[in-house]
C-alpha cells in the first residue's frame, strides 16, 4: 500500500523550475531516502507533500490526501523534523512531550500514558525533569524526533536531522527510525551522510530538480559501478548545473 504517490510533480519560480516533473511511489512502513545536493530541489519538493506549498502542475497524494485540495488533512496525518525543529529549551523534557501531544490532538487522558512510554523509549526516565537546554545536541534531536511523531503519523518527513551529531548518537537516531518504520510508520529521509542512504530501504536522488536514480541502494551500486552510496551520488552529483538551494 502506498502511502506518497507523486505523479510528474513540478514547482516553478517564474522561470525558474525548482521541481521538475518527478513521479514516485512510497510505501507503508518504507524507509525512503531522498538525496540530493543543494539547489537540487528536494526542500522545495517536501514542502509540496506537506501541504506547504501549492505544485505548479503535476499532482500528489499523501496518506491518501491530495496535496493540492487537502493541505489540512496532509498536516494532521504526518510528522515532521528538520535540524531546526524547535524544542522549547526552557521547559523540562516530560514538558515537552505533553505540549506536543496537546497540539497534535492526542486526548488529554491518553498523554500521561503517551509520556511514559516515550521515556521508556529514549532511556530518558532519569532526564524527565531536566530543562531541555541541559541535554547534550544528540539528545535534544533523539527528543525532537520522539516529539515529531507523539501522534503515532502514517508518515514522518525527516530533513537532515541528523545534521552536526556525532557517529554514536546518529546510529542510535536511526535505531528509532528503525523502530518507528516497524511500527508502521512510513519514514520519509534526507542526509547529506552518505552511509545513512545505506540504511533507506529505497533512495532516490535528485539533480537540477529531476530524480536521476532510484532504487534500492544494493541495486544502485551495481547499476553504477559502485562501491558505496558515496561513489554513486558523487557521479550524478558531477552532472548538476546548480549551486545553491
Excluded at 514547482?11 to 518504507?30: M, N, P, W
Excluded at 510508520?185 to 529505497?202: K, Q
Excluded at 535528485?206 to 532504487?215: E, F, S
Aim: net charge neutral.
Amino acid at each position: 500500500m502506498n502511502v506518497i504517490t507523486a505523479e510528474n510533480l513540478t514547482k516553478s519560480f517564474g522561470s525558474f523550475t525548482a521541481v521538475d516533473h518527478i513521479s514516485f511511489e512510497v510505501a507503508q512502513g518504507e524507509i525512503f531516502g531522498f538525496l540530493g545536493a543543494n539547489g537540487a530541489g528536494k526542500t522545495t519538493a517536501i514542502r509540496m507533500l506537506c501541504g506547504l506549498s501549492k505544485p505548479t502542475s503535476g499532482k500528489g497524494y499523501v496518506a491518501g490526501f491530495d496535496i493540492r485540495k487537502q493541505p489540512e488533512q496532509i498536516k494532521a496525518n504526518i510528522g515532521y523534523l528538520s535540524q531546526k525543529f524547535a524544542l522549547y529549551e526552557d521547559l523540562k523534557v516530560w514538558e515537552n512531550i505533553r505540549l506536543y501531544a496537546g497540539i497534535y490532538g492526542i486526548p488529554e487522558k491518553k498523554i500521561g500514558d503517551r509520556i511514559d512510554e516515550i521515556l521508556t523509549r529514549l532511556g530518558f526516565e532519569n532526564e524527565k525533569e531536566v530543562l531541555v537546554k541541559a541535554l547534550p545536541l544528540g539528545w535534544k534531536q533523539k527528543l525532537s524526533f520522539s516529539v515529531a511523531i507523539v501522534h503515532e503519523p502514517r508518515i514522518v518527513f525527516l530533513d537532515e536531522p541528523t545534521s552536526g551529531v556525532d557517529p554514536a548518537t546518529r546510529r542510535q537516531f536511526w535505531e528509532l527510525i528503525y523502530d518507528a518504520a516497524d511500527r508502521g510508520i512510513t519514514v520519509f529521509v534526507t542526509t547529506h551522510y552518505m552511509d545513512e542512504a545505506e540504511y533507506c530501504n529505497r533512495v532516490s536522488i535528485m539533480v537540477d530538480g529531476k530524480i536521476q536514480a532510484l532504487d534500492t541502494p544494493k541495486n544502485l551500486k551495481k547499476q553504477f559501478e559502485a562501491g558505496n552510496m558515496d561513489e554513486v551520488f558523487h557521479q550524478l552529483a558531477r552532472k548538476a548545473r546548480l549551486n545553491g538551494d
